[in-house]
């Protein structure tokens, strides 16, 4: 009887491994797009105060977890690959990040930011499109413009696509790094055209941007 019952015991505690093992999910992986470490250019009190935001993101970016389009409009939510910051979090700092680097006697603030700020002038727009296809075809669409602080125009609204290809499209990480060289390329965009502009405004001050 004993040895029956020690048998009986012993097959439920290798089913319940089986099953929990069958049952059992990937662990979940985080990744996070990347922005360059570079000396900061030298700043000073009289420095143009430039606010980068907001810019708003579709809806399907608002998540954690990582997002890759399929065949047609499908859009594939990946559970076990997700973001270490939210999408608009990144996009915001890595953006005023590389601007502020690049640009000689500006600091660029990222959204959000203290409302106690004085901006003389705002970057704004909207993230279009920002994921990888199937083939690990990554596109940044996105719309921004630039103003002052009375809303004259500083640079018109423009529209801008970016394109860069994952070395692997099943690698989450790979994905994650395309998507950070297509930032790069928006942020580089940037920095030259505001960059323009400023200097052109320092030079004829009275006149409309």
């Known amino acids: 009887m004993n ?42 009190a009289s420095s143009t105060v430039v606010a980068f935001g907001p810019l708003r993101i579709p809806e399907y970016l608002d998540r954690k ?17 997700r973001w270490a910051e939210p999408m608009d979090e990144s ?14 006697n500006v600091v660029v603030v990222a959204y959000p930011y203290l409302r106690a700020y004085h901006m ?3 970057i704004l727009g909207q993230v279009d499109r920002f994921d990888s296809d199937l083939a690990g075809q990554v596109v940044l669409q996105v ?14 609204p423009r529209r801008a696509r970016y394109e860069t ?16 060289r297509a930032l790069s390329e928006f942020s580089d965009d940037v920095a030259r055209q505001l ?9 004829n001050p009275d006149s409309n941007p």
């Open 65 to 81: 977890q990582m997002v890759t389009r399929g065949a047609g409009a499908e859009i594939t939510v990946h559970e076990y690959s």
């Open 3 to 44: 040895r029956t019952l020690f048998t009986l015991r012993a097959a439920l505690i290798l089913l319940t491994l089986l099953l929990t093992a069958c049952g059992s999910s990937p662990p979940v992986r985080y990744f996070s797009l990347e922005t360059a470490d570079a000396p900061l250019p030298k700043t000073s």
């Open 120 to 122: 003389e002038y705002r």
């Open 195 to 203: 960059g323009d502009a400023l200097a052109k405004t320092e030079a």
């Open 143 to 156: 719309q921004w413009s630039a103003i002052a602080e009375d809303t004259k125009p500083l640079i018109a």
């Open 165 to 180: 290809r994952a070395a692997n499209p099943g690698d989450p990480g790979d994905i994650a790094a395309a998507m950070s």
């Open 91 to 104: 996009i915001h700092r890595i953006v005023a990040s590389r601007l502020d680097n690049q640009l000689e």
